[in-house]
């Protein structure tokens, strides 16, 4: 039966509905929570972990125990000025010591060699070494392999730090910087009390377990210490991902009243279609429960194969979104998320009840008398009924994928009222015509009669479509205001890149190679070495970030 | 085999009552043919639905050999349908998203007795449609179609079989064949004919002829006993 109805078409309809909210839900729901996961860990980079305790003393052993017993990763960050000597120099430094375990987040870059490529390091230095930025050793004038001293210890110059992911962080400091092993920091004798030292204790883990920690933290912090997360550390970066969270949270909701819509329209016909098929089979001898079985099990199967079809174009509207936002960050497209295909049953088997199977009960009622009066027990799906239940289970459904009541009750609210408006007018203008009809003659009058009398279809029917429209329409006009929203945070021509520290005798150079690289740029500033006034450095705009700019 | 007594149907329309069938009562014999005729609106389709148990009559009894069928839930007619009763039709209703041989098996399915295939494929050939079996309604004409509902009736070897107006929309020479075609199946497999039709040449041929007018029988011609 299933093959026989499949070559009919009308199936074809209902499966192609049912897939497409399955996929809409699917893709969606699963991009948005890889684009959450990818965007968290990028901005989790920048802290190197993901939440972080900022101290201006050690803090007591027992958070640390606590922090351990929610199982989460940590590591520890110490970070000072100190003088760094070499035979030929010395140089104030901000140093870095860090536990082994650094950094929780994100990764170094470094170089072993002067020339050549920066390699990627998931831990600092052992103990014993110490890595430096480029220009410091050019102020010390040493090469790799050197050792220089710090407070009253040495250590040996590994390697040349190129990047570490919580540098952000310690952006106001202009002084170059230096990697070590926290092991080490008690040999370097440079911390006495009173002296200027930032702890940073570093924190991974499972989002519940993190909050547990929070929870337990709460009213033992003083205002010494700060807890970090990324929307006090980039509060930018966390605003943009809430907003693109929620426009595709909003895009999901839409789809799915889209396909439930799409779902209702095919269901009705393909019940309609089946009036003549029904009565024919009780005529010869099935019975209200045979033939409520035999559509039953039709739309099983239909679910199960929407299902199918669903979750695979799911996961290609997945990859197609991830693909167009590739460019701006990179997500990993990778499994097919239980989450999502969990998601994806409940619309299926949500979606089908409340659209498809009311149609085949009503299906089921029709009299056998009807294969001879062809007029008799057309199905009269009832109209309301079937809105209030499609409505309802449109709304729970809504609001379970979206999670947020506001959102989906303005959804709603703005659809029953498109819903009232256009369905009203219709039936009034109906009535109108019917007032007014002794002044329509022959052929005009025949089509408003055939109108009046699908009246109930017709104002139905013509409401759907404007939901439609209107759903269309919003997205259209989210998408295009989110959109203009995150142009609009940054101010056109806003620099890409800073160039600071340049000395004096070197400007002529630097500008003429500025000149050379053909990138927008503003003029160089002179500026106190200290200034952290960003206006004083010396703007340089452009894409690819240009990995040669360097002080 | 099949009688009703003083049956009457009455339906409510937005105008009111409507009384279609005014007290009628009738004797079909075992094997017998019967011919209903009458104007257009005088009720036979209603008494036809009535006979075949596919609808209730508001007053009178019918009686299918020892069994009063006004008196059967739907679903007991359904079964009593699909075991004894056979059906043609005016306008043929044959599923169109169907081959000739699924539209001929589908009586057989639903009673669930074996070999479906088999049994369609000898009553599609009986009725000369052997080479179109996989076609579907819209690829036949409409003699070819009603033949296929013709081997469609016969499919589950009904005791009676009732076609309304088989010819109605068939031009003169493909009627008359079909009905050539439904009284040599009906001869050889025995089967009670209840026959509604407008042409008279067609009545004479059913051994008792019933004409309605106006929910009434107006005469019963019998070449047996008249209907009690
Ligand atoms: N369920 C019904 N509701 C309203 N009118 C009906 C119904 N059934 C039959 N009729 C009316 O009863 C009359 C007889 O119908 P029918 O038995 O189909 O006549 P025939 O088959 O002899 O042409 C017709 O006028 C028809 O419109
Ligand atoms: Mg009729």
Redesign the pocket.
Known sequence: MLVRDWRAGELRLLLAATSLAIAIVIGISAFTNQLKTTINNQSHQFLAADRVINSSQKIAGDWLIAAERQHLRQAREVTFNSMLASGQGIQLTRVKAVSSTYPLRGQLQIKKHATGPAKKRVSGPKTGEIWLEQRLLDQLKIDLGSAVEIGDTRLRVTAILVAEPDRASSLISIAPHALMSLDDLAATRVIQPGSRVSYRYLFAGRKEDLSRFRQWLRGRMTDNQSWVNIRTAQPAIATALERAERFLLLAGTLGIALAGIAIAISARRYSQRHCDHVALMKCFGANRRQILKLYLQQLFWLAIMAMVIGSLLGWGIEGLLARALGQYVHVAVTRLDSQAIAMATLTAITCLLAFAFPPLVTLSAIPPLRV??QD?GNPRTPVLSGLISGFLSMTLLMWFYSQNLPLTLSLLIGAVTVFAIVGGSIWLLLRWQRGEQHLATGRWRLALASLRRHRGQNALQTTIFSLTITLLLTLFLVRTTLLEEWQAQLPAKTPNHFLINILPTKVTAMEQWIKAQNTPHSDLYPGHPWSSDPDRRHHCQGTPQTEAIKT | MLRCTKLKKT?T?RTGP?S?LKGLSLHIKKGATVAIT??????????LGLLAGLDLPSEGEIWLNDIAINHLNEDQRAILRCQKLGFVFQSFQLLDSLTALENVMLPIELAEQPNARLAATNLLQQVKLGDRLQHYPAQLSGGEQQRVAIARAFANTPEILFA?EPTGNLDLRTGDRIIELLFALNREAGTTLVL?THDEKLAQRCQQQLA?DDGRLISTVADAQPPC
Do not use: C, F, Q, Y
Not at chain 2, 38 to 47: F, I
């Open positions: 001879l009066r008799l | 339906v329309t409507l279609i009458g104007p257009s609106g005088s009720g036979k389709s209603t008494l309304d509604v309605l």
